[in-house]
């Protein structure tokens, strides 16, 4: 038998069962008292419920192709990684509308539109390039926020747990995808192209969210909101600038 799994043999993915109550943290701007810093965490929560589903797919469809016990495992803890990560996403966005009273559907309209016209039509290779791609952005993500405790400045709250929470399940799992991907043969130029597209698409779709957001909540020709925006982006902790070394690792 092949090894097929790319991960340590003691490397385990452990499906957690967490409860976070974020009514009192998502009716304000929980995030340092910014309202472009919340605007950005809760923008790009919202990019989750499609995009874990579509993860989840992908993947399943080729694990007829694997046969490594030790990669199987973890591609059934990563599909309830997943799921939870959407359910808990899918909350979290339900909430955060309700209670701002943003509009769900013409947020999340434009990822909506690209996964029915553009992404079904893909073929299933493609649609596991997009899953490896994003899972690489995530990681990167979430191992610059897992280096950073003081990340959500101390607030100590359930909405900032969850995002730890997830970002952990995410560098558990990053191997997965990927290791099935190269299981079934997928290519270095397939991936690098699914990469620059899954970067293109998140970047403009978290912004778009974050704009609707700060507009709605008048906040979009305040000083401290752009003075926010480019620390947060590019200085500290330079969340895009941090990401930017890792992501072009993956070429
Ligand atoms: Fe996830
Ligand atoms: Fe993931």
Request: charged share 30%; proline share 3%; hydrophobic share 40%.
């Amino acid at each position: 038998m092949n090894k097929q799994s790319g991960s340590p043999a003691r490397h385990t993915i452990n499906v957690r069962k967490p409860n976070f109550d974020l009514e009192s943290d998502l009716a304000h701007d929980w995030f340092d008292g910014s309202a472009f810093k919340t605007a950005f965490e809760n923008s790009f929560s919202l990019l989750f419920p499609l995009g874990e589903r579509a993860f989840i797919e992908s993947v399943k469809h080729f694990e007829k192709d694997i046969k490594d016990p030790k990669l199987l495992d973890e591609i059934y803890s990563f599909y309830g990684q997943e799921a939870a990560h959407r359910k808990h996403h899918q909350q979290y966005n339900d909430l955060l509308c309700r209670l701002r009273g943003y509009e769900l559907e013409e947020l999340s309209k434009p990822q909506v539109i690209r996964h029915r016209d553009r992404y079904s039509l893909l073929k299933p290779i493609q649609r596991l390039a997009s899953t490896v791609a994003a899972e690489h952005l995530t990681a990167i993500l979430a191992d610059n926020l897992l280096r950073d405790k003081e990340h959500f400045e101390g607030s100590g709250k359930e909405v900032a747990k969850l995002w730890y929470w997830h970002a952990l399940e995410e560098t558990e799992h990053k191997a997965v995808a990927f290791d099935v991907y190269k299981t079934v043969g997928g290519s270095l130029k397939m991936r690098r192209r699914a990469l620059l597209l899954a970067t293109y698409f998140i970047l403009k779709d978290t912004f778009r969210g974050i704009f609707i957001m700060l507009k709605h909540d008048k906040q979009q020709w305040k000083l401290r909101t752009w003075i926010d925006a480019i620390n947060f982006i590019f200085i500290k902790p330079g969340i895009l600038r941090t990401a930017f070394l890792p992501w072009l690792a993956f070429f």
